[in-house]
């Protein structure tokens, strides 16, 4: 219990700009005030503005009306606590963990477009798997930047991890081919592969993207056993479109939403729930490598709404 008080504490510091926009505009917009249609129209718009996306914020304005009607909420405050129980029953029960291989290393390919802090993620994630004792390797195949090649270094030495890298400008296929070839050879459980950053709108890029995903799967069967998409939370809606495309490219199965901390936007985690079915795996909320969680509907509810 007192860990599950802890990771809502360190999460509700994260999510403290979508709490204020969401949950402190509800308060003010509910309090002291009987519930009727209007006010649910109301608590639709301010839904919508937190980024919870128009389908969401629309199926829990109807369940609102529904518990209305049946007498179960009159009064404004009991919105919050209706919406609070409504919203913990929204992610049905699905696999949010890693899919480890049976036979290391797991690979993991790690997508996003330039500026989503794609990198900064993959350290996080590699500082989550060394604290729970994994040998874990980096793949600098963002071959393109030079600082994305020098970030991720900044990355593994500080937190005490092997990286390989290419040449600048290099093939980013060969190095993640390069890479699985290492990491099996020095017994890694993890290899975290830096894409490069793709504008989901540029086809060219897209198809190297999924080249880079066939020649770690011929290179290490099974893999890669997961594909996570970095999104910036602090763009709403907007990382819904970029999604969709990287879905269709690689086969997405999870998603890390970066930035949380930064937004007022994090309603953005329904959305994604709503609109695409990909589960949110981890969540980062701040900049030091412990500023990542592995994403629980529970505690990110208990959190909003501290």
Not at 2 to 31: D, M, N, Y
Not at 168 to 190: E, I, L, M, N, T
Request: glycine share 8%; with cysteine; charged share 25%.
């Amino acid at each position: 219990m007192a860990l599950f008080r802890r990771a809502i504490e360190h999460l509700a510091k994260g999510l403290t700009k979508t709490r204020q926009r969401l949950v402190g505009s509800l308060r003010s917009l509910l309090a002291g005030r009987k519930v009727d249609q209007a006010l649910l129209d109301e608590v639709e718009e301010q839904l919508i503005l937190a980024d919870v996306g128009v389908s969401a914020a629309t199926k829990i304005r109807m369940d609102l009306a529904a518990a209305y009607s049946e007498h179960r909420i009159d009064q404004g405050e009991q919105v919050l606590e209706f919406l609070k129980a409504e919203m913990k029953k929204y992610w049905p029960e699905a696999d949010r963990g890693i899919h480890f291989a049976d036979t290391p290393p797991t690979v993991i390919l790690v997508a996003g477009v330039n500026g989503s802090g794609k990198t900064t993620s993959i350290g996080k994630l590699a500082h989550l798997f060394k604290q729970d004792g994994k040998r874990v390797c980096l793949a600098a195949a963002d071959t393109y930047r030079a600082a994305a090649v020098q970030q991720l270094s900044i990355w593994a030495e500080r937190i005490g991890v092997d990286i390989i890298k290419g040449t600048s400008g290099g093939d980013p296929a060969a190095v993640a081919f390069d890479a699985c070839a290492a990491a099996a050879h020095r017994h890694a459980d993890v290899l975290l592969v830096d894409t490069a950053g793709r504008l989901h709108t540029q086809e060219n890029l897209m198809r190297e993207l999924t080249k880079m995903r066939d020649v770690v799967a011929r290179k290490i069967p099974g893999a890669p056993h997961e594909v996570l998409l970095v999104l910036d939370a602090t763009t709403g809606q907007n990382a819904i479109s970029q999604a969709r495309v990287f879905m269709e490219s690689i086969g997405v199965t999870g998603i890390f939403l970066a930035k949380l901390d930064g937004t007022a936007k994090g309603g953005i985690v329904v959305a994604i729930r709503n609109e695409l079915g990909l589960p949110v795996k981890f969540v980062g909320i701040g900049e030091k490598p412990a500023d990542v969680e592995p994403f629980d509907p529970d505690s990110f509810v208990e959190a909003l709404f501290a």
